[in-house]
């Protein structure tokens, strides 16, 4: 026979088996948003080099406006690509 003690161990063990296979359960899973995020990202970095390599040619470019248009850029791909990252790790509670 078992004592109360094995029986409360068996019994916290299914709930928390149980608990594991209902909170794996509730990810959803996204990866075409994760992987477009990550692809938003690489492209915020190859603007970051496409602004560094236009400035350092000796062309006529205004140097400022390539810089401000280029960050905004950056920061509108990279935060898009980062937002997509998440949305695609959300868990559903």
Wanted: no cysteine; aromatic share 8%.
């Amino acid at each position: 026979m078992s004592t109360r003690r094995e029986r409360a161990k068996t019994q916290n063990a299914q709930q928390s088996r149980s608990m594991a296979v209902a909170v794996s359960a509730t990810k959803k899973e996204h990866p075409i948003a994760k992987k477009l995020g990550d692809f938003f990202i690489d492209v915020a970095k190859l603007i970051i080099g496409g602004v560094i390599l236009a400035g350092l040619m000796k062309q006529d470019i205004d140097y400022l406006v390539l810089s401000i248009i280029g960050g905004i850029t950056v920061v509108l791909f990279l935060s898009f690509g980062m937002w997509l990252i998440n949305y695609a790790n959300k868990e559903v509670i």
